[in-house]
């Protein structure tokens, strides 16, 4: 069983829809992060937390530490939103990687 | 935000060759680097761990002499392929953070091996 699990694997969307992937992980982490991936290979951090939640135009994370569950939102999605959506987790000198979400956005 | 730029971008070389990527923090300096390899409709894989100054550790499975990896200084470090075979084919990735593990880690643009 992987230590980090999302879902769904792909997702495809009409451009404007609201966009929801989740991650659940079975570790003790110290930090949660959100990774976009490009078809190009090219990988940015999206996000990086511990609790709560936080905002970046369009995206919206969250997590819930006790129930071990984060999600990624996306509203009024857009083509250029399509991507690979990866979430890793580190437990302090540990990262374990979700196997990814791969997202299309139809225009 | 911090840059990360990694060379090659792409190479492709002999089966028995060996191959060295760079991975570069341009505008900070990264106290920890990190090498990922992925294959094509797949996750990250972390293959190591490097310390600037220090041998870096390697993940269960990843042979450490098979992949070198050298971090000298604080903007540096490379990954050497020896001996590549084609099943070593396959995306590199690098990755650097300037604090602990809990900071963000700022990617290179990766690196595509083909091994003929």
């Known amino acids: 069983k992987n230590e980090v699990e999302q879902s769904p694997q792909n997702l495809t969307a009409q451009e404007g829809e609201f966009i929801t992937i989740n991650c659940s992980y079975s570790v003790g982490i110290s930090a949660l992060h959100w990774l976009q991936q490009h078809p190009g290979g090219g990988i940015v951090s999206l996000f990086m937390l511990s609790s709560g939640k936080k905002k970046h135009g369009r995206l919206i994370a969250t997590i819930n530490i006790q129930e071990k569950h984060s999600s990624l939102h996306i509203t009024a999605s857009h083509p250029r939103d399509s991507a690979v959506y990866i979430c890793?987790?580190?437990?302090?000198?540990?990262?374990?990687f979700g196997t990814g979400t791969s997202l299309t956005v139809i225009p | 935000g911090a840059v990360v730029s990694q060379h090659p971008s792409w190479v492709i070389c002999k089966s028995g060759t060996s191959v060295k990527i760079e991975c570069r923090s341009l505008?900070?300096?990264?106290?920890?680097m990190f090498w990922y390899r992925q294959f094509p409709k797949q996750s990250l894989m972390l293959m190591a761990t490097s310390n600037e100054g220090s041998k870096a550790t390697y993940e269960q499975g990843v042979e450490k002499d098979k992949f070198l990896i050298n971090h000298a200084s604080l903007t540096l470090s490379t990954l050497t392929v020896t001996s590549a075979h084609p099943e070593d084919s396959s995306f590199y990735i690098c990755?650097?953070?300037?604090?602990?593990?809990?900071?963000?880690?700022?990617f290179g643009p990766g690196t595509r091996l083909l091994v003929l």
């Open positions: 990755s650097a953070i300037a604090g602990g593990y809990q900071e963000t880690q700022y």
């Open positions: 890793a987790v580190t437990t302090g000198n540990q990262f374990y």
């Open positions: 505008d900070f300096q990264a106290t920890t």
